[in-house]
């Protein structure tokens, strides 16, 4: 008889049922491997699926993907827009790293657009971008790239780009300069360091953090995730996905700031369950949990994937897992 996992205590009902019944086979093997503790064969499995190689089949020879949609010309690199999301797709939907050929020139091209300063710069013009810059970071420890030099310098540039509170913040927003205006400067905007951080772009600048084995415990992440934790189910600063209800707009691969990727990254960093705002956090994902085992959070992107549902549960049950929860709080 196989003995119930602790951390399912925590919630109302067992999902592991019907993620292993999921038409989606990265989302049976990530059950099998990261939920249940099985020995599945090696990742190199999912690479060979229908949808990566689809995928791989649109890379360009620089390792880059063309964007699929109409393209702005105002500076905007939306090429390296679409290789960050591509990767994204591969890196945590079908577990691709440095070994599959097609990783080491998707991140050369990331790292071409690396500036002297340490970040990665041209989504935006000539703008910083805080929250691309660390979601690229993230993509690339997972894919193996955390010892890269070029890693550790944009890691370090997110840690000398912070508000004077901890936390981060879009320069163009706490400057108060119109996009469209900002886009067409030859030099970027300076961030206003005094102004507050945004709670959209700390939990996205968290996540290099939660994703590098070194940079992990560093002191300023814990202070930024006690910042971000103690925001929870607020409204931003700042005008960008302002409103509360974009907590419960969870997405995966993680994209923006949602209660999902916040608490996935906490776990990561080293908080515990008993934080009274993680405890909060917890509770409100207990809450939405359906009898299927699933969570009815609507999806921000990747709505028309009909697996998107169960890929939210699985980010959620890997964290709860991660958290060490065993009975509800």
């Not at 706490?174 to 030859?186: N, S």
């Amino acid at each position: 008889m196989i003995q119930k996992p602790a951390w399912l205590s925590f919630l109302k009902f067992n999902p592991i049922p019907t993620l292993l019944e999921c038409p989606h086979p990265s989302v049976q093997y990530f059950t099998r491997r990261d939920l249940l503790d099985t020995k599945v064969g090696g990742v190199e499995v999912l690479w060979q699926l229908p949808q990566p190689v689809k995928l791989l089949d649109q890379q360009r020879q620089d390792g880059a993907w063309n964007y699929p949609g109409p393209v702005r010309e105002n500076g905007e690199n939306y090429s390296l827009l679409e290789t960050f999301r591509s990767l994204g797709i591969l890196i945590e939907k079908y577990a691709f790293d440095r070994r599959h050929p097609s990783i080491p020139p998707a991140a050369e091209y990331l790292f071409a657009y690396q500036t002297e300063e340490g970040d990665i710069r041209g989504m935006f013009g000539t703008q910083y971008v805080p929250h691309y810059h660390a979601g690229m970071m993230e993509l690339l420890c997972k894919a193996g790239y955390a010892e890269d030099p070029r890693v550790k310098k944009g890691m370090e540039w997110l840690l000398a780009c912070r508000q004077n509170d901890g936390g981060w913040a879009g320069p163009m927003r706490t400057a108060k300069v119109p996009y469209y205006e900002a886009v067409k400067k030859a030099e970027p905007v300076k961030t206003d360091p005094t102004k507050p951080f945004s709670h959209l772009m700390t939990g996205i600048a968290l996540r290099a953090f939660a994703a590098h084995p070194e940079y992990r415990k560093h002191p300023a992440a814990k202070k930024a995730g006690e910042l971000l934790a103690g925001r929870f189910f607020q409204a931003d600063k700042y005008v960008d996905r302002r409103t509360p209800d974009y907590w419960e707009k969870v997405t995966f691969p993680f994209w923006f700031t949602d209660i999902v990727s916040a608490l996935d990254s906490l776990s990561w960093l080293g908080f515990k369950p008993d934080h009274p705002d993680i405890r909060k956090a917890l509770e409100n994902i207990r809450s939405h949990q359906q009898r299927n085992g699933l969570f009815d959070y609507k999806a921000l992107k990747g709505g028309n994937d009909p697996s998107q549902p169960h890929w939210g549960c699985l980010a959620i049950c890997r964290l709860i897992k991660r958290l060490s929860v065993s009975s509800p709080l």
